[in-house]
Protein backbone atom coordinates (compact mmCIF):
# COMPACT_ATOMS: atom_id res chain seq x y z
CA UNK A 1 0.00 0.00 0.00
CA UNK A 2 2.75 2.69 0.88
CA UNK A 3 4.64 1.14 -2.24
CA UNK A 4 3.26 3.38 -4.54
CA UNK A 5 5.14 6.42 -3.26
CA UNK A 6 8.88 6.09 -4.28
CA UNK A 7 9.27 9.37 -6.12
CA UNK A 8 12.91 10.47 -4.40
CA UNK A 9 12.69 9.09 -0.64
CA UNK A 10 15.07 5.95 -0.56
CA UNK A 11 12.79 2.92 0.16
CA UNK A 12 13.48 1.75 4.08
CA UNK A 13 14.68 4.95 4.75
CA UNK A 14 11.46 5.68 7.08
CA UNK A 15 12.33 6.42 10.60
CA UNK A 16 10.56 7.05 13.11
CA UNK A 17 8.21 10.58 14.37
CA UNK A 18 5.49 11.19 17.05
CA UNK A 19 2.05 10.64 16.39
CA UNK A 20 0.02 14.03 15.46
CA UNK A 21 -2.86 12.48 17.78
CA UNK A 22 -1.20 11.17 20.88
CA UNK A 23 2.18 12.48 20.96
CA UNK A 24 3.56 8.97 21.27
CA UNK A 25 6.56 7.96 19.19
CA UNK A 26 5.71 5.38 16.42
CA UNK A 27 7.55 4.17 13.24
CA UNK A 28 7.14 5.74 10.22
CA UNK A 29 6.26 3.25 8.12
CA UNK A 30 2.83 2.21 10.27
CA UNK A 31 -0.31 2.78 8.49
CA UNK A 32 -2.08 3.53 11.93
CA UNK A 33 -0.86 4.49 15.12
CA UNK A 34 0.34 1.44 17.39
CA UNK A 35 -1.17 3.46 20.66
CA UNK A 36 -4.31 5.18 19.41
CA UNK A 37 -5.04 3.87 16.03
CA UNK A 38 -5.25 7.18 14.50
CA UNK A 39 -4.84 6.86 11.00
CA UNK A 40 -1.02 7.68 9.91
CA UNK A 41 -0.69 9.72 6.41
CA UNK A 42 2.27 7.92 5.02
CA UNK A 43 3.61 11.50 2.94
CA UNK A 44 3.24 13.28 6.30
CA UNK A 45 4.42 10.04 8.25
CA UNK A 46 7.71 10.66 6.21
CA UNK A 47 7.86 14.25 6.52
CA UNK A 48 7.17 14.61 10.09
CA UNK A 49 10.12 11.53 10.43
CA UNK A 50 12.79 13.14 7.94
CA UNK A 51 12.21 16.56 10.40
CA UNK A 52 12.99 14.19 14.00
CA UNK A 53 15.91 12.74 12.11
CA UNK A 54 17.24 16.21 11.58
CA UNK A 55 16.48 17.44 14.83
CA UNK A 56 18.00 13.98 16.81
CA UNK A 57 21.14 15.08 14.18
CA UNK A 58 21.06 18.96 15.73
CA UNK A 59 20.96 17.78 19.19
CA UNK A 60 23.63 15.20 18.74
CA UNK A 61 26.15 18.02 16.88
CA UNK A 62 25.46 19.97 19.53
CA UNK A 63 26.39 18.04 22.31
CA UNK A 64 29.33 17.15 19.89
CA UNK A 65 30.20 21.04 19.71
CA UNK A 66 29.77 21.33 23.77
CA UNK A 67 32.17 18.60 24.43
CA UNK A 68 34.94 20.23 21.72
CA UNK A 69 34.22 23.50 23.72
CA UNK A 70 35.03 21.87 27.14
CA UNK A 71 38.19 20.33 25.58
CA UNK A 72 39.46 23.90 25.03
CA UNK A 73 39.69 24.59 28.86
CA UNK A 74 41.20 21.05 29.21
CA UNK A 75 43.60 21.92 26.82
CA UNK A 76 44.18 25.35 28.09
CA UNK A 77 45.04 23.11 31.57
CA UNK A 78 47.25 20.69 30.23
CA UNK A 79 49.60 24.31 28.42
CA UNK A 80 50.41 24.30 32.37
CA UNK A 81 51.49 20.84 33.01
CA UNK A 82 55.63 20.41 32.45
CA UNK A 83 56.60 18.61 29.26
CA UNK A 84 53.19 18.80 27.92
CA UNK A 85 52.61 22.54 27.09
CA UNK A 86 53.65 21.22 23.10
CA UNK A 87 50.19 19.06 23.11
CA UNK A 88 48.15 22.05 24.87
CA UNK A 89 49.36 24.49 22.69
CA UNK A 90 48.19 22.12 19.48
CA UNK A 91 45.16 21.15 21.34
CA UNK A 92 44.14 24.90 22.31
CA UNK A 93 44.41 26.20 19.01
CA UNK A 94 43.26 23.44 17.17
CA UNK A 95 39.53 23.44 18.58
CA UNK A 96 40.37 27.42 18.62
CA UNK A 97 39.18 27.22 15.36
CA UNK A 98 37.50 23.58 15.06
CA UNK A 99 34.92 24.81 17.39
CA UNK A 100 34.06 27.89 15.76
CA UNK A 101 33.92 25.89 12.42
CA UNK A 102 31.60 23.61 13.55
CA UNK A 103 29.23 26.46 15.18
CA UNK A 104 28.99 28.24 11.99
CA UNK A 105 28.11 24.55 10.27
CA UNK A 106 25.58 23.90 12.75
CA UNK A 107 24.15 27.09 12.20
CA UNK A 108 23.66 26.67 8.36
CA UNK A 109 22.54 23.41 8.95
CA UNK A 110 20.22 23.62 11.57
CA UNK A 111 19.15 27.35 11.69
CA UNK A 112 16.21 26.81 9.29
CA UNK A 113 14.60 23.99 11.13
CA UNK A 114 12.56 25.92 13.71
CA UNK A 115 11.00 23.05 15.71
CA UNK A 116 9.07 23.68 18.65
CA UNK A 117 11.03 20.51 20.25
CA UNK A 118 12.71 21.35 23.92
CA UNK A 119 15.54 19.06 23.17
CA UNK A 120 15.86 21.26 19.59
CA UNK A 121 15.72 24.73 21.86
CA UNK A 122 18.12 23.15 24.43
CA UNK A 123 20.74 21.92 21.42
CA UNK A 124 20.37 25.70 19.91
CA UNK A 125 20.98 27.49 23.17
CA UNK A 126 24.05 25.06 23.53
CA UNK A 127 25.37 26.48 20.38
CA UNK A 128 24.53 30.09 21.15
CA UNK A 129 26.54 29.97 23.96
CA UNK A 130 29.73 28.02 22.66
CA UNK A 131 29.86 30.47 19.55
CA UNK A 132 29.61 34.04 21.82
CA UNK A 133 32.14 32.11 24.25
CA UNK A 134 34.49 31.09 21.35
CA UNK A 135 34.00 34.45 19.50
CA UNK A 136 35.42 36.15 22.61
CA UNK A 137 39.03 34.49 22.56
CA UNK A 138 39.44 33.93 18.69
CA UNK A 139 38.67 37.82 18.21
CA UNK A 140 41.52 38.45 20.10
CA UNK A 141 43.73 36.12 18.73
CA UNK A 142 43.00 37.89 15.12
CA UNK A 143 43.69 41.30 16.62
CA UNK A 144 46.58 40.31 18.42
CA UNK A 145 48.06 38.90 14.91
CA UNK A 146 46.93 42.58 13.31
ZN1 LIG B 1 -1.22 7.93 18.35
Redesign the pocket.
Known amino acids: MTDNLSLTSAAGNLGIFE ?1 P ?4 T ?1 DASATQ ?1 R ?4 PIDPVAAEAAADKMARVNQACSDASYLRTAAISILVFLGIMFIPFMTLLGVFGYYFLMFAVPFLAIRWWVKFHGLGAVDPDFKRARLTVIVVSVLCAIPLLRFITSLI
Open positions: CNCRQICFCSA
